[in-house]
């Protein structure tokens, strides 16, 4: 009995660290943290990438409307806006932001 409750405890010790193999419940609670704070910054890039497609398609809107309307300004934004949104995209894609 007394050799089963120290095999019990043996493996309750495996179980709860177990460098030789680099698993166990302190570990895995480590690469769970690390994988929860990669999926909150995937989160938040995902965002920005939204808000950056659609800046393109106010741009090709503003190009379109100095056209019918003749207002170089509009035109002027249409470029600024896009121009914008390549910089900022780019800057998602990197990982600066």
Excluded: C, Y
């Excluded at 950056?52 to 503003?62: F, S």
């Excluded at 190009?63 to 300004?73: E, L």
Aim: hydrophobic share 55%; glycine share 12%; charged share 15%.
């Amino acid at each position: 009995m007394l050799a089963r409750i120290k095999a019990a405890r043996t493996d309750q010790a495996a179980l709860q660290d177990n460098p030789a193999r680099g698993n166990g419940l302190k570990r895995l609670l480590v690469k769970a943290a690390r994988h929860g704070h990669a999926a909150a910054h995937g989160l938040h890039r995902e965002h920005w990438f939204a808000g950056v497609a659609g800046a393109p398609q106010i741009a090709i809107l503003l190009a379109s409307v100095s056209i019918v309307t003749a207002v170089p300004g509009l035109r002027w934004a249409a470029g600024a806006i896009g121009g914008a949104a390549i910089i900022v995209g780019l800057l998602i894609r990197s990982g600066v932001v």
